[in-house]
């Protein structure tokens, strides 16, 4: 599903969340059209992309455990092609043996000849117990 952003839209719209796997496993964020965003007004190189990963106890992301995250962009809705991975691995949440994971935020400038849509790619590798915990994705200024 993708957001269409209007005028009148209330910036928590302009936030995605997303449970993060329970186990060994991909998940994908809802997709922005930054095309209708354009359309409405709003210079592409005037926001960043922001994605924001939770903390993590030791229990929730063990060691042996990460989550991946990378920026999909497509110019189909529904991703089924012409799928372009950024920044594929860069952001990235491990935990040490006894600490968990610290949140992480990072920001990303979309180019203003990216395609229409963009989402965030998950993958959790290893055994998590992550319930209850989401990431963001987000449009900011």
Same mark, same amino acid.
Not at 2 to 14: E, G
Not at 23 to 33: E, I, L
């Given at each position: 599903m993708?957001?269409r952003?209007s005028?009148?839209?209330?910036?928590a719209?302009?936030?995605?969340? /997303?449970?993060l796997?329970?186990t060994?496993? /991909? !998940?994908?964020?809802?997709?922005? $059209?930054l095309f209708?965003?354009?359309? &409405? %007004? !709003? &210079?592409? $190189?005037a926001?960043?992309?922001?994605?924001?990963a939770p903390?993590?106890?030791?229990?929730?992301?063990?060691?042996?455990?990460?989550n991946t995250f990378s920026?999909?962009?497509?110019?189909?809705?529904?991703?089924?092609?012409?799928v372009?991975?950024?920044?594929? %691995?860069?952001?990235?949440?491990?935990?040490g043996?006894?600490?968990g994971?610290?949140e992480?935020? &990072?920001r990303?400038?979309v180019a203003?000849?990216?395609?229409r849509?963009?989402?965030?790619?998950c993958?959790?590798?290893? /055994?998590?117990a992550?319930?209850?915990?989401?990431?963001?994705f987000?449009?900011?200024?």
């Amino acid at each position: 599903m993708t957001t269409r952003v209007s005028y009148n839209q209330k910036d928590a719209l302009l936030i995605k969340k /997303t449970a993060l796997p329970t186990t060994a496993g /991909t !998940v994908y964020s809802q997709a922005f $059209d930054l095309f209708d965003i354009a359309e &409405r %007004g !709003v &210079r592409i $190189d005037a926001f960043e992309l922001l994605l924001t990963a939770p903390s993590a106890t030791a229990a929730q992301l063990p060691a042996a455990a990460s989550n991946t995250f990378s920026l999909q962009f497509s110019n189909t809705p529904d991703f089924s092609a012409g799928v372009t991975e950024w920044s594929a %691995g860069n952001a990235w949440q491990q935990a040490g043996s006894a600490t968990g994971a610290a949140e992480f935020e &990072r920001r990303y400038r979309v180019a203003t000849d990216a395609p229409r849509y963009v989402r965030v790619k998950c993958v959790t590798a290893g /055994t998590a117990a992550q319930n209850g915990k989401a990431f963001e994705f987000a449009i900011v200024t």
